[in-house]
């Protein structure tokens, strides 16, 4: 009937619909990727993590591989979103550090740490699979177009830089971000601020315009 909707009673949970549950069961799989690495992921322990009826898991992902392949595209769809907006940041001139700094920096604690590391185990395991090569390299195009608009906002506006200049500067960037949140999961806190790393990224991007 229109205009009338049915509460669930107090105290019930409401069941969550399939997309948000495939989404619950991909963060908790990322958590244990962090924590265990591939090897160590399993649809028993995800239904574990969550306290869910052993099988759950299994109902929406029929196979490790699925799982596995399910948890690397949530963990680039959450990425993508805070690139974008980490990027959308600097172009609203918002004072202090860019959005990319800051989020580089966040990915050394918290949740997102933890998705740094579960990152880093899905690129090892993509030697082996090429179904999930695929998927991390669809994931890098995205993630580079994102980064060479930031950079190209990084340049001197009265400047014209060509495009295989940008293309450079953004590749040489995404390395070195790359770089530094590997290291972040080895421990590794040379890198202690935003502003640092802020005026890293501006001296690599200057230097490589320079030399051209």
């Known amino acids: 009937m229109s205009g009338y909707s049915v509460e669930a009673p107090a105290g019930i949970r409401r069941k969550p619909d399939p997309d948000s549950r495939r989404r619950e069961l991909c963060d908790a799989a990322i ?66 550090p860019s959005g990319l700094s800051r989020l580089v920096m966040a990915s050394a604690t918290g949740e997102p740490f933890a998705r740094t590391k579960a990152r880093y185990e899905l690129m090892l395991q993509a030697n082996r699979d090429p179904d999930l090569a695929l998927v991390l390299e669809g994931n890098s195009e995205r993630f580079l177009v994102l980064i060479r608009d930031f950079v190209e906002r990084m340049n001197p506006r009265d400047t014209p830089i060509p495009r295989a200049v940008l293309d450079q500067q953004a590749y040489v960037l995404t390395q070195l971000i790359s770089g530094i949140m590997l290291a972040f999961t080895a421990g590794d806190d040379t890198i202690t601020d935003a502003e640092e790393l802020d005026r890293i990224m501006a001296a690599v991007v200057a230097g490589i315009a320079g030399a051209h």
């Open 31 to 96: 958590e244990l990727l962090a924590e265990d690495g591939v090897k160590g992921l399993s649809h028993l322990k995800v239904d574990r993590r969550l306290g869910l009826p052993d099988g759950t898991t299994s109902f929406y992902f029929r196979t490790r591989s699925a799982l596995v392949h399910a948890s690397a595209r949530r963990v680039a769809e959450r990425d993508l979103s805070e690139l974008t907006a980490a990027t959308e940041l600097q172009s609203n001139a918002v004072p202090g």
